[in-house]
């Protein structure tokens, strides 16, 4: 009996059809990226397992496709791609600043798959190295906000908070400093997971119940609130003024709907300020569609000077699912297909195939020796929008028809002014 084989879990195959659309998002982000400056880098898939775990924290660390090489070697498939470009950064120190790099290829985490997560997905990672100023940090928002618009989605929200608010406030709240990272991972799943289950995961690290409580009530603190609850620390109002300007920033460069939420902290733990993360209204069931923030220490841990850095990764793969249908060409990646009525005119019909593609005019030829109708319905399952037929008469008089595969309407052209016509 044969054997069946189905793509492993987490991951899909993608057919011509979905490749397009993909293709097209891809492109505009690409696109956008370039528009503002960023420079197109690419790394290794597997990177030492060490690097990759050195800042990710353990829930991260946890989700790690690791493997030993034939020399014993301990490496691991990439799951993000600032810790590479760090290391870039690192290694290379007279690059001139701000370095602005930007990535979209495909990463891999062991997780849970569910809807808009797997565990083989792509991103459009993009980093500023080099800039502690406000102003970078309300660019890496800018450029989600202008991938959405460009996309077609018009629905959806920032939210955005300090690592060093949160740290304040976990002390205030009387988090033990050494528990502040767990704190930080529990309550990143606040929203995913519920309060029940943000506050038995910090039960389980054994930080105290009045904490974890005053903890969390801290997080749902509206502005005013919380400028309430730090006013009378000079340090943490410092902390809160910076976020406001990447705020203010942010709206110049026409970032709307954009808010401080103190519940978004980012559950990786190379963050060390400013973090966003990004909702599309009524589908927040997919989580968010980009995050990131800042990671000033990153570069100086793998061996670099102290290097200021902030960035953020687009879920591509969440954003295909919220891209309108109606936002992409359907056509075949075919525009022409060049049918032999006979088989003696199979020789012509490639050459005449070979010309067009000269003019760079995608053509598609019959290769199943089908007759002429068949040759259509071809045409038709794959959206092409012309079909040149051709005949022995024709050929004589150096003409052949074109077929609008559209609307159905044929037009006898020269063949010599056959690619002219093509791309009128």
Not at 25 to 34: D, I, N, P
Not at 181 to 201: M, N, P, T, V
């Amino acid at each position: 009996m044969t054997m069946t084989y189905q793509v492993p879990r987490g991951t899909r195959d993608f057919l011509p059809e979905e490749m397009k659309k993909r293709r097209r998002v891809f492109e505009t982000a690409r696109q956008v990226l370039e528009s503002y400056g960023y420079g197109e880098v690419n790394t290794p898939a597997f990177e030492s397992f060490e690097l990759l775990a050195a800042k990710a924290g353990p829930d991260i660390e946890n989700e790690i496709y690791a493997f030993e090489d034939k020399s014993k070697r301990k490496l691991g498939l990439r799951f993000d791609l600032t810790v590479p470009n760090a290391r870039i950064v690192a290694s290379n120190p007279a690059m001139a600043k701000p370095a602005k790099f930007y990535t979209i290829d495909r990463m891999w985490r062991y997780d849970k798959p569910q809807a808009g997560r797997y565990r083989e997905f792509w991103q459009a990672s993009y980093e500023i190295f080099g800039s502690s100023e406000p102003e970078a940090d309300a660019e890496v928002i800018a450029v989600v906000n202008s991938v959405l618009q460009q996309v077609s989605i018009t629905e959806y929200y920032f939210r955005i908070n300090s690592r060093k608010i949160i740290d304040r406030l976990a002390k205030i709240a009387g988090i033990p400093e050494s528990k502040t990272g767990d704190a930080f991972r529990a309550i990143d799943k606040l929203d995913k997971l519920g309060e029940k289950e943000a506050r038995g995961e910090m039960e389980r690290y054994k930080i105290p119940e009045k904490a974890i409580s005053k903890f969390i009530s801290m997080t749902r603190l509206k502005e005013k609130d919380l400028l309430l609850e730090i006013s009378k620390d000079p340090d943490a109002m410092k902390d809160y003024e910076e976020l406001k300007q990447v705020v203010e920033f942010a709206e110049k460069m026409n970032v709307k709907n954009i808010k401080i939420d103190l519940s978004i902290v980012r559950g990786i733990g190379y963050y060390t300020g400013f973090v966003f993360e990004t909702f599309v209204k009524g589908k927040e069931g997919l989580g968010s569609i980009a995050s990131g923030g800042r990671y000033d220490n990153l570069v100086e841990q793998f061996g670099g000077k102290p290097t200021a850095a902030t960035g953020c990764g687009i879920g591509l793969d969440r954003l295909m699912d919220l891209v309108p249908d109606t936002d992409y060409d359907k056509s075949g990646y075919a525009k022409v297909f060049v049918a032999a009525v006979k088989d003696e005119v199979r020789g012509s019909a490639i050459e005449i195939a070979s010309m067009l593609r000269k003019e760079n005019i995608a053509t598609d030829i019959d290769l199943m020796k089908r007759n002429l109708k068949k040759q259509f319905d071809y045409c038709n399952s794959k959206n092409i929008q012309y079909c040149v037929i051709v005949g022995p008469q024709e050929l004589v008089e150096k003409q052949v028809t074109v077929r609008d595969m559209q609307t159905g309407s044929e037009e006898k052209v020269q063949i010599m002014g056959l690619a002219r016509y093509l791309q009128k």
